[in-house]
């Protein structure tokens, strides 16, 4: 008997990753992304997985959230985070990625899968079937109206934010030196020491800073997420926020002086060459012209030159906990599924694990399996009880981290042993899982 295709909608780390695994598992994918026909405020690519905000993963050690999240993944046989660790730059202790070839490597992988019809168009209503929507913070209009027929309810939303993109070749190496904070795996960044003068300078800039206007709407009902706060809000918090922050100094050493500096801004390697440099933290909804002006005063970028400017957009999620089961399967339409930012999931690798899962479900439930749920002591069903199970009234994004993981049972004072205990249970818990899958 021929197997009926399921649908997934959205071309993201997602749906990408659904797609792949439900075609893993012999049933066949119609995958649905709509660029290049159209495009999202965000994407400038016509290629699926396409990293709009950063180039990094977050963490790489197991025993940080969201290094223990790609190790579940890891061994999960996630395609995302395999094509990832294939297509890493150097980023101290961050799984970063060239984010050209990650998208363009991925794209051609499930292109060429046999069971995988790769649509290039636009879902304007949730078919029939079974169905994985994957569609992302800013989902097309009327799908997005035709979910919110469904649901019932208003999506809930709040900003997100993408740093700006420099030019290696336009950074004075004479000032900006290459280091890790602590010497902490190789060293991968750029640091751009300023002095308290400097700092303060920069501060007063930013403060008062001429920001793009935000609609009336969106200024009254949206917030930003604090993960993504642009640098001229943190800067509006206070004198010292920022050195709290993205240019804290502490664990680097200014190679002129051999002192640590007053705060440092930090560049990420983009690409394999080197040749661009993400400003890390430094996600901005400045205008564009004071982006410039105001980042050309920080020590070494004096001459940048600017691929990409901070842009800010509007992210759009459901209210998961009145809505989702901890299967990612809708409660009211069970062969309804659905991962990424669009379900409260905050992050590349959260939005892939939802991908697995609810791809993996979609297949059960193509063979007449019963749907299934990953151990809440793994970070990836940690992360999907607690959007199945929050609060709903003040249900916010969620960020893979140990706060949602239950206790241990035993009280460990030193922070970095009781990450490691969390780790280890949660990978032997994995294991233990996949035996009864």
Same mark, same amino acid.
């Given at each position: 008997?021929?197997?009926?295709?399921?649908?997934?909608?959205?071309?993201?780390?997602?749906?990408?990753?659904?797609?792949?695994?439900?075609?893993?598992?012999?049933?066949?994918?119609?995958?649905?992304?709509?660029?290049?026909?159209?495009?999202?405020?965000?994407?400038?690519?016509?290629?699926?997985?396409?990293?709009?905000?950063?180039?990094?993963?977050?963490?790489?050690?197991?025993?940080?959230?969201?290094?223990?999240?790609?190790?579940?993944?890891?061994?999960?046989?996630?395609?995302?985070?395999?094509?990832?660790?294939?297509?890493?730059?150097?980023?101290?202790?961050?799984?970063?990625?060239?984010?050209?070839?990650?998208?363009?490597?991925?794209?051609?992988?499930?292109?060429?899968?046999?069971?995988?019809?790769?649509?290039?168009?636009?879902?304007?209503?949730?078919?029939?079937?079974?169905?994985?929507?994957?569609?992302?913070?800013?989902?097309?209009?009327?799908?997005?109206?035709?979910?919110?027929?469904?649901?019932?309810?208003?999506?809930?939303?709040?900003?997100?934010?993408?740093?700006?993109?420099?030019?290696?070749?336009?950074?004075?190496?004479?000032?900006?030196?290459?280091?890790?904070?602590?010497?902490?795996?190789?060293?991968?960044?750029?640091?751009?020491?300023?002095?308290?003068?400097?700092?303060?300078?920069?501060?007063?800039?930013?403060?008062?800073?001429?920001?793009? &206007?935000? *609609?009336?709407?969106?200024?009254? +009902?949206?917030?930003? %997420?604090?993960?993504? /706060?642009?640098?001229? @809000? !943190?800067?509006?918090?206070?004198?010292?926020?920022?050195?709290?922050?993205?240019?804290?100094?502490?664990?680097?050493?200014?190679?002129?002086?051999?002192?640590?500096?007053?705060?440092?801004?930090?560049?990420?390697? &983009?690409? *394999?060459?080197?040749?661009?440099? +993400?400003?890390?933290? %430094?996600?901005?909804? /400045?205008?564009?012209? @004071? !982006?410039?002006?105001?980042?050309?005063?920080?020590?070494?970028?004096?001459?940048?030159?600017?691929?990409?400017?901070?842009?800010?957009?509007?992210?759009?999620?459901?209210?998961?906990?009145?809505?989702?089961?901890?299967?990612?399967?809708?409660?009211?339409?069970?062969?309804?599924?659905?991962?990424?930012?669009?379900?409260?999931?905050?992050?590349?690798?959260?939005?892939?694990?939802?991908?697995?899962?609810?791809?993996?479900?979609?297949?059960?439930?193509?063979?007449?399996?019963?749907?299934?749920?990953?151990?809440?002591?793994?970070?990836?069903?940690?992360?999907?009880?607690?959007?199945?199970?929050?609060?709903?009234?003040?249900?916010?994004?969620?960020?893979?981290?140990?706060?949602?993981?239950?206790?241990?049972?035993?009280?460990?004072?030193?922070?970095?042993?009781?990450?490691?205990?969390?780790?280890?249970?949660?990978?032997?818990?994995?294991?233990?899982?996949?035996?009864?899958?």
């Amino acid at each position: 008997m021929e197997k009926q295709p399921i649908t997934v909608i959205g071309g993201g780390l997602a749906g990408t990753e659904a797609a792949w695994q439900i075609a893993q598992a012999g049933i066949p994918v119609k995958f649905y992304e709509m660029r290049p026909k159209r495009f999202s405020g965000a994407h400038h690519t016509e290629h699926v997985a396409e990293l709009v905000c950063s180039n990094s993963f977050g963490a790489m050690a197991a025993d940080r959230a969201t290094g223990l999240l790609h190790e579940e993944l890891r061994r999960l046989g996630s395609i995302v985070i395999a094509k990832a660790d294939e297509h890493q730059v150097p980023a101290g202790g961050a799984l970063a990625v060239d984010r050209g070839q990650f998208s363009q490597d991925l794209t051609a992988t499930l292109e060429q899968h046999p069971l995988i019809d790769f649509r290039r168009e636009e879902v304007t209503e949730i078919p029939e079937g079974i169905v994985v929507l994957a569609t992302g913070p800013l989902t097309s209009p009327d799908l997005a109206e035709d979910l919110q027929r469904f649901t019932g309810m208003e999506y809930l939303s709040f900003f997100d934010a993408a740093s700006p993109i420099i030019v290696g070749e336009s950074i004075n190496h004479d000032i900006a030196f290459l280091a890790s904070r602590y010497d902490k795996g190789e060293a991968a960044y750029l640091n751009c020491p300023m002095n308290k003068e400097q700092y303060l300078r920069f501060w007063q800039e930013l403060c008062k800073a001429e920001q793009v &206007e935000l *609609k009336g709407f969106e200024r009254e +009902n949206a917030k930003f %997420f604090e993960a993504c /706060l642009p640098i001229e @809000e !943190q800067a509006l918090r206070g004198e010292d926020t920022m050195r709290y922050g993205p240019l804290k100094p502490v664990g680097l050493s200014d190679n002129r002086t051999g002192e640590r500096p007053y705060a440092v801004i930090q560049l990420r390697q &983009e690409d *394999k060459q080197g040749q661009l440099w +993400n400003m890390v933290g %430094f996600q901005t909804n /400045l205008r564009w012209g @004071e !982006q410039k002006r105001i980042f050309q005063m920080i020590p070494g970028l004096e001459n940048a030159e600017f691929v990409r400017l901070g842009v800010m957009h509007r992210n759009t999620f459901i209210n998961a906990p009145q809505l989702m089961l901890t299967t990612l399967q809708f409660k009211e339409r069970p062969m309804l599924l659905a991962a990424g930012q669009l379900i409260g999931t905050e992050g590349y690798t959260a939005a892939s694990a939802g991908g697995w899962l609810a791809g993996t479900n979609a297949a059960r439930l193509a063979m007449g399996k019963e749907a299934v749920s990953l151990p809440n002591t793994t970070m990836m069903g940690a992360l999907f009880e607690f959007i199945s199970s929050a609060s709903p009234k003040h249900f916010q994004p969620m960020p893979p981290n140990f706060g949602i993981f239950p206790e241990l049972g035993v009280k460990i004072k030193n922070k970095q042993e009781r990450y490691g205990k969390y780790r280890d249970r949660s990978l032997s818990d994995l294991e233990n899982w996949k035996v009864s899958l």
